[in-house]
């Protein structure tokens, strides 16, 4: 007889494997990833075995991490930028600070930077609304992108404002400096 998952093992699955990933995310923001399966196991309450049943290896379990932060994050910044569906430099503006302040973990912060499927997603948030604030070139908004991605994680390091960072990115695109104040 084959052994059929009811609607309660599937539920519990997932929340052990959603508690798993937390873990992990929790052990990448106070460790960074210096021994973060062993870290993560100790966190979750679980054993290596357990951990295996739910990833086939350590990259499938930071992969979770991955898209659990940049899932969180594209949401916020998405949800930031509707605010202002009729203002597009003001929607950057909400996305860029949204997103400034998740960088709050230093240490989750540069891990996830390091992954190039975080950045891109982050990036693909950003393109469309250079794109509706800006008269820009396709390649334009991919460059702008990325170098107002590259310029928060470098404030971050800085411990800048959410304002001056919002600020510097915006005069990075053009805008004149009182101007891109009053929106930050």
Not at 82 to 111: Q, T, W
Request: contains cysteine.
């Amino acid at each position: 007889m084959v052994y059929r998952k009811t609607a309660n093992v599937k539920a519990h699955l997932k929340a052990q494997r959603g508690a798993i990933v937390a873990a992990a995310t929790a052990v990448v923001a106070k460790h960074g990833r210096d021994k973060f399966l062993a870290r993560t196991c100790e966190r979750a309450n679980v054993g290596m075995g357990t951990v295996y049943q739910y990833f086939a290896d350590v990259d499938e379990l930071w992969n979770a991490v991955v898209a659990a932060a940049l899932a969180r994050d594209v949401t916020a910044m998405r949800r930031a930028a509707e605010g202002e569906p009729d203002y597009p430099l003001n929607a950057l503006a909400r996305a860029i600070a949204v997103f400034y302040s998740s960088l709050d973990e230093p240490r989750l912060a540069r891990a996830l930077a390091e992954a190039p499927a975080y950045r891109k997603g982050i990036r693909s948030v950003l393109e469309p609304l250079i794109g509706a604030a800006t008269a820009c070139s396709p390649r334009a908004k991919e460059q702008y992108a990325a170098a107002i991605l590259g310029a928060l994680y470098g404030l971050a390091d800085i411990d800048a404002t959410d304002k001056s960072a919002v600020t510097y990115c915006l005069t990075m695109l053009g805008v004149p400096n009182l101007a891109a104040r009053a929106l930050a």
